[in-house]
């Protein structure tokens, strides 16, 4: 689609090219590309005759055979199987060394917490305590009591 769009391109070579009436055929090839990731090419013709020249290339080509190419998409699963077990292993310890960062931050937020209610009652005991013996040495000054 981008092809017949051609967006960008100043000349529409491409979109004459895919609507010319003339070009009945179409070869496409595809392979990988190391700047693009892949490449496309392809190649417009109008009638394909198969003369001597043609049939010797033809025949020339092996052709992978349906259990080589049942080897190579079982291998490519392989590799797809690997790749996403080493991928959810990778979470997987992400995950936990996340799940240990948090459970430290907070035990010491915990621990920090736990410090300071400790401190706190120790302070109100100590101000009891004071106001207590206040009253105490009151009562003795003060026969009163």
Known sequence: MQL???DGVPSRGHRT???RPEFRNTAVAICKHPQYRHEAVLT????ITNNDKTKKLLSSQKLPSKSDVQKGRDEQAKKGKAR???IAAAR??????AEKKREAQGAGRQAAALKFYNELLRKQRLARNRAAFAARRKCRKDTDC
């Open 4 to 6: 017949f769009v051609d």
């Open 92 to 97: 997987k310890a992400r995950d936990t060394a």
């Open 84 to 86: 996403l077990a080493k």
């Open 17 to 19: 090219n895919i609507v």
């Open 44 to 47: 417009y013709a109008g009638d």
